[in-house]
């Protein structure tokens, strides 16, 4: 289907002197501070950001008698001895935001340039960035997905469009304080609609948020109580941000992973052509981000660690932690940033087991997915972040490396 235009065409010429515009621009606003903006990019293949590869012990992906809403998923996740960096799995935005804050400039285009001028466009914006101090005032998980699709993940994707689950509370606006932000279509309106995914034989439910264009799906916990939200229930579930310890059923953990490994297994049906299926998800609370890969061909699973929202350092020129940002651009941008794990490679990484857990039901999940119209139905652990077990066999692969090239 062809795509349909809106509004008149712009020259190249035009284009290109509006995108030289905001090189120009953030040369001139943050030049200064590139040296430390290499250094928080280069953070990223450090082993406090290092990704852990899980292997799952056991899970109820697969029950031979019905299938579980992802706010009952049971997953039980333990870490391998391999972690590896995040870098690693996007070497060419690393490869040309290296070249920005060392040279200036910026020698690539198509698809990845557009990226990168998302990024500086977003970095300029002084109004975002106040926006984003209100992240933490939000007063429940609708506000939190509100303001964070609105302020933040729509600003940094290429493809900005997103859909809220349309069982929450409906807000007219925007809960930040920005008096633009009022205005109404200053920065597009609050898309709600049906966020359902699955199949109600396998893992099922709502997603809270789905960046659409982007095809990245968003968990959010609001720190106090997260509602339960595959069901009619309005029974509180406490949880404190993101327990790293906790992968009980329903647990935060167990349903991040669960429904990262459900949308891979989409992603890789509506689009056979990719070259990889390694596909991300974020989780963000008030206080941090962690993100989780699932490659379903090679059955790997990945996540990171908590990465802080915001910047608590004085005298930064950016409110939110400029290492978070980086890496969360990155993976709102993996259709064209993300190579997989084609520089780590699959054979050094452990294998999730989550094929074999769910062997009998696994047609199910290549063949059997729908986004929309899902019907719903009505201990002590190890530590599986990985700044607890980094210290293990960690995986930099040597293209990380820019010093000869600079």
């Not at 920065?187 to 264009?213: A, C, P, Q, R």
């Not at 310890?245 to 297994?265: H, K, L, R």
């Amino acid at each position: 289907m062809a795509e349909s235009k809106v509004g008149p065409s712009v020259p190249k010429e035009k284009k290109r002197k509006t995108n030289d515009c905001v090189l120009e621009r953030f040369c001139e606003e943050f030049g200064d501070s590139f040296g430390r903006f290499k250094e928080l990019l280069y953070n990223l293949k450090q082993k406090q950001t290092a990704l852990g590869a899980f292997e799952i012990g056991s899970c109820n992906a697969a029950d031979p008698d019905h299938g579980y809403c992802f706010t009952k998923a049971a997953c039980s996740i333990r870490p391998s001895d391999v972690t590896i960096a995040f870098g690693s799995l996007f070497l060419e935005p690393f490869k040309v935001l290296n070249e920005l804050f060392s040279k200036k400039s910026l020698s690539k285009d198509g698809p990845v340039r557009m990226c990168v001028e998302k990024l500086m466009t977003f970095m300029l914006d002084k109004e975002i960035q106040k926006a984003l101090e209100d992240i933490q005032d939000c007063t429940d998980e609708t506000e939190l997905s509100v303001l964070s699709a609105t302020h933040l993940f729509s600003q940094l994707s290429l493809s900005p469009a997103f859909t809220v689950d349309n069982r929450k509370p409906g807000l007219w606006r925007c809960p930040c304080t920005g008096k633009k932000c009022l205005k109404s279509g200053r920065y597009g309106k609050i898309n709600y609609g049906d966020t359902s995914i699955g199949n109600t034989e396998v893992w099922h439910g709502f997603l809270d948020l789905i960046m659409d264009g982007a095809e990245v799906l968003v968990y959010t916990v609001d720190g106090e109580n997260d509602t339960d939200r595959d069901t009619d229930s309005t029974r509180d579930v406490k949880q404190k941000d993101f327990e790293m310890t906790d992968v009980s059923a329903g647990s935060s953990i167990a349903q991040v992973a669960a429904e990262t490994i459900v949308y891979s297994f989409y992603y890789r049906y509506l689009h056979p052509e990719h070259s990889h299926f390694l596909i991300p998800s974020i989780g963000i609370s008030y206080f941090s981000v962690v993100f989780y890969f699932y490659d379903s061909v090679n059955d790997v699973l990945l996540g990171s660690t908590q990465f802080p929202l915001m910047n608590l350092e004085s005298g930064n020129p950016c409110k939110l932690n400029i290492t978070t940002l980086f890496a969360i651009w990155m993976v709102l941008n993996h259709k064209h940033l993300c190579n997989g794990l084609n520089l780590v490679g699959p054979d050094q990484i452990p294998k999730s087991h989550f094929a074999e857990l769910a062997k009998s039901k696994l047609e199910v999940y290549k063949e059997g997915l729908k986004r929309r119209d899902v019907d719903i139905r009505r201990k002590k652990v190890q530590s599986v972040d990985p700044k607890f077990f980094i210290d293990s066999k960690f995986l930099v692969p040597s293209a990380l490396n820019f010093d000869d090239y600079y």
